[in-house]
Structures are given as C-alpha cells and as structure tokens.
C-alpha cells in the first residue's frame, strides 16, 4: 500500500466515525428538521424584500425594474400611492412568518432536539414526547423572566417584571435550548431507570399510568433546574441562558467569524467530498451552533455577517462550483467518449446544483486527475464571492433562497440585484477554467475516443 492509499484509509476511517457520531448525528437530524421552518421564513423574506417591496425591490424598486415611479411619475408619487402602500402592508403581513420561525428558533430546537435525543439515546422509551415536555418545562425555568426596556424618548430603562425576555427565544437561546434540553432528556430518563416512579394497577389505561409513572422523575427534572437557576443568579447575577450565552455562544460566533475558521472550512468540505464523506454530516451541527446563526440574525435585519451558510450557499453552492463548472469544463474540452456522454446525463442536474451525477458518474470522487481543482473550487468560489462583498460590490446575503434554483437566479434572488447575478457568473468562469487543464490531461491518459477509433479499424 502506497503512502497516498494509506492516508486516504485513515482519512476516510477518522472522518468516518466523526461523522457517524451519535450525538453530532443527532445535531444534525435536529438542525435539518429546524432549518426547514427556517427555510419557509427565508423564503417569505425574500418575497418581501426581492419582489414585493415597493422602496427597495426588484420589481418596484430603485434597484430594479423601477415600475413604481413608470406608475406614479416619481419617487416621492409613488411612495404616497395607495398601491404602493397596499404592497408595504402585504409585505409586513409576509413578514409576520419570522414569528413562527425564526423569532422562535431555540425553543423550536428544544422540542426537536430533546425528541431525537430521546429516541436516539433512549429508544426503549414509553413515551418521547414526555422527554420533550420536561425539557421544554426546564427551558422555561431557565429563562430570564425579566428585562430592561428604554421607552421611545426616553432616556431612562424600565425594569420589566413576570414577562419572558423573548430574544433568547431565537438565536441567543441556541446553545442553553440544546445543553437543558439534553441533560432535561437525561436527568429524566436516570430517574426512570432507577425506578423512582408511581406504579399503577394493570386495570389503569396506559397513558394515564405513564403520566403518572413521570410524576416524580419529572418533578425531579424540574427541581434540578430551578437549583441551577437559583444557583445561577445568585452566583453570577445571570440566568442559564444569559450566562450560557457569554461562556459558549459567543466565543463560538467570534471564532466562526475570522478568516481561518472560513478558509479551514471551505477547504475541508471539499475535501470531505473527494473522498465520498458528505460534508453536512460534519459541518452541519458546527454551522448550525455558528453560521445559521448568522441567516437568522441575517435575515431579520438584527445584523449583517458576512460569513454565514447563506453567503456560502450563494458563493459555491449555488454558483455551480461543485456542479456546473466540471460539467461544463468536460463538455467543452473534454475528447472523451464517455466523459462527454456523462456530462450531458449531468447537465441537466448541474444546472439545479445536484452534483452527484458528475462527481459519481466520472467520477470526480477519489479520482487523483481532479483532486486538485475539486479541492480549490470551493475555496475558489467562496473567496470570490467574499471579494465582491468586501468592496461592496454585493452586501451580506440576507435572502434565504432553495439551493435548488439554478446558478446565476439565485445570484439574483440571493441578493436581491444584477450584481449577484455578475458575481456568480465570474465564479462559473474561473472555476470552469480551473478545471480545464485538468480535463485536457485525462483526454491524455485515457484516451478512450482513440481506442474506440482503433477498435473500429479492426472491425472492418
């Protein structure tokens, strides 16, 4: 075994039980299912700002099409116009989705991850959604029930008494929704494994004696987070989630906004990929406690980071570095029998961002000939993107768009102008090109179109 094959054994063994982590499985599962309510508020929000905005959208706005000064005659008609403010309100009605989503994001991720921590850890549970409603019982324990509110004019904060600070409902919540949430899960099924419960008669239905049976463990579970919380304020004048906040989230959100933790993860993604491990299986619970974040503070106007999985979906993702540019380099310049009947199977898919067709079918995956310009697209790609954005050619990505809208579209939609649109097509452009020294040094080493050719002479 060659020094190159033996790396590539203990890469793909060490990336391979990392990824089959049971805990970092269920970060995952969790963040997926999230990311789902997520994507419906990142969808609503761009409607609102890309189409259906009369200040700033693309079909009324100044950034675009500019209908409503065609229809009123000038800016200022147009933003007095009944229609334009008809559309404001719609578009404040669409809005209202981050409600139910984002605005709610941790507590969302405390049922979600407290059930498939439940079933992953404890299959042999009776009853999952109990562990869920002890966890969300504890969530709420720990939660600041009070807070500072500076009136409008005002210069002097009034202390709010009995009423939930909601921010840490959203983002700020997400690292306490997922540790009380899994110790929650914990503490109540240790209690249930000692045995510390109400046994009931047989002749007792079965989900009035589970309730029961949870009297006591999850008395238990409670009582343990209102110490915490009492410990908690008392010790550090913070509640849970506060200090929860200043101890882990926020040096995770500063780590995750330097250079190194964008370059190390762009390049390991790609890498991941080359040797068949998909990359989410990894990344995802990293960037879903970091970068998501970032979309949901994104895309309620909270904040504008540049790094975030939006601005990484738009930069390589959705600008076909994984996809269209080898299809298109193998097209192109590929002499290749097959290699070409692959890459018209492939077109089609690329077009939607499904690379799977290209990277499989050639393969590009553990292929030596395309290592090198399947590891630098991403990074490549990103960069790119990171470029424009920096000289405020683009702003930071705000707009949630499905990764299955073909490159160049979602440049459009993903920043809601042109620009986005010219950036993604320079980011096809080099990376197709970076791919086409390579595709000329496989039409040398496997010159398949030659042997077919030689095959024929034969034949006759």
């Known amino acids: 075994m060659t020094g190159l094959q033996k790396f590539q054994a203990n890469f793909t063994k060490v990336a391979g039980k990392i990824a089959a982590n049971k805990f970092l499985l269920t970060l995952r599962d969790s ?22 905005d009369p200040v700033n959208g693309l079909i009324f ?19 007095a116009n009944g229609f334009c403010k008809a559309l404001q309100n719609f578009a404040n009605l669409i809005g209202l989705v981050s409600n139910g989503s984002l605005n709610v994001f941790a507590l969302l991720l405390v049922v979600i991850f407290a059930n498939t921590f439940s079933r992953k850890y404890y299959p042999k549970s009776k009853e999952h959604m109990t562990d869920v409603l002890y966890s969300l019982g504890a969530f709420f324990i720990c939660l600041p029930w009070n807070f500072s509110y500076t009136p409008t004019g005002s210069k002097k904060a009034i202390d709010v008494l009995n009423y939930i600070d909601t921010s840490y409902l959203g983002t700020k919540g997400v690292f306490a929704a997922l540790l009380i ?3 929650a899960v914990w503490i109540y099924n240790k209690m249930l ?21 949870s009297l006591i463990p999850g008395t238990i579970t409670m009582g343990v987070y209102i110490i915490l919380t009492g410990l908690s304020t008392t010790l550090t004048g913070e509640t849970m989630p506060a200090l ?4 882990l989230q926020k040096p995770a959100l500063a780590i995750s906004s330097t250079g190194a933790f964008a370059f190390v993860s762009q390049l390991t993604w790609s890498l991941l990929q080359w040797f068949g491990i998909h ?11 970091t970068w998501n974040i970032n979309d949901t503070q994104n895309m309620l106007g909270q904040a504008h980071h540049i790094y975030s999985t939006l601005f990484m979906n738009f930069a390589t993702i959705a600008a076909g570095s994984c996809s269209v ?7 192109l310049f590929s002499k290749r029998i097959a290699a070409k009947k692959i890459s018209n199977i492939a077109l089609m898919p690329a077009i939607f961002n499904i690379s799977e067709p290209i990277t499989f079918g050639l393969p590009i995956i553990m292929n030596p000939i395309y290592f090198i310009p399947w590891l630098l697209c991403q990074p490549v790609a990103f960069y790119i993107g990171l470029f424009f954005t920096k000289i405020g050619f683009i702003g930071p990505i705000v707009n949630n768009v499905p990764w299955t809208v073909p490159t160049l579209i979602s ?14 097509a320079v980011i096809v452009f080099v990376c197709t090109a970076l791919y086409v020294p390579f595709v000329r040094m496989d039409n040398r080493l496997n010159p398949d179109e030659l042997m077919d050719k030689m095959a024929k002479t034969v034949a006759e």
């Not at 963040?31 to 259906?52: C, D, E, H, R, W």
């Not at 099409?65 to 933003?79: C, K, N, T, V």
């Not at 109400?198 to 029961?212: E, H, L, N, Q, T």
């Not at 540019?325 to 097209?331: E, F, R, T």
């Open 279 to 289: 990359p989410t299986s990894i990344w995802g619970p990293i960037f879903g406690l």
């Open 411 to 424: 440049g459009l939609l993903y920043t809601g102008s042109i620009k986005g649109l010219i950036v993604q």
């Open 325 to 331: 540019a080898p299809v298109l380099a193998i097209k």
């Open 193 to 213: 494994s000692k045995n510390i419960t109400i046994k009931m008669p047989d002749s007792v239905p079965p989900a009035v004696a589970r309730s029961f049976e």
């Open 244 to 247: 929860l906040l200043t101890l």
């Open 61 to 79: 706005g100044k950034q675009g099409l500019q209908l409503g000064r065609m229809i009123a005659g000038s800016w200022s008609a147009w933003e």
């Open 31 to 52: 963040f997926i299912i999230v990311a789902s309510t997520s994507m419906i508020a990142g969808f609503a929000i761009m409607l609102q700002n890309v189409f259906i």
């Open 181 to 183: 949430s899994a110790s």
